[in-house]
């Protein structure tokens, strides 16, 4: 059974930093894509960054180069690091892994198998 936490989350004000840990245990493919997304209450879902099976990153277009997704394969942990974070990056965030071996990163949800809880991110002005 695959189970994941998110850790990290919590209050900074605006400008601040955060780095999210994402830790997948019961995982047969540390390889395949593991993504971070965030939900507002009332809107939908959006993807904040993935990362593939080669390491290439993709991310969101609000994301503007202030957060980095990596992972650690000997542990099947993936971070997101959040600097000059705003107001408006205040949501939960969600870790999720894919069921593949092998995967091009994607923003697109339906990839994505397993998903943690979430950790809450809150931005003050």
């Known amino acids: 059974q695959v189970q994941l936490a998110e850790s990290g989350g919590g209050s900074v004000q605006s400008g601040g930093s955060l780095r999210l840990t994402c830790r997948a245990s019961?995982?047969?493919?540390?390889?395949?894509?593991i993504g971070w997304f965030r939900q507002v209450p009332g809107k939908e879902r959006e993807g904040v960054a993935v990362?593939?099976?080669?390491?290439?990153?993709v991310y969101g277009d609000f994301v503007k180069g202030r957060f980095t997704i990596s992972r650690d394969n000997v542990e099947t942990t993936s971070y997101l690091q959040m600097d000059g974070l705003e107001p408006e990056d205040t949501a939960t965030y969600y870790c999720?892994?894919?069921?593949?071996?092998?995967?091009?990163?994607?923003?697109?949800?339906?990839?994505?198998?397993?998903w943690g809880p979430g950790t809450q991110v809150t931005v003050s002005t």
């Open positions: 990362i593939g099976s080669s390491d290439g990153t």
């Open positions: 019961g995982y047969r493919y540390p390889r395949s894509c």
């Open positions: 999720a892994v894919a069921v593949r071996r092998a995967c091009l990163e994607t923003l697109k949800e339906n990839l994505f198998t397993f």
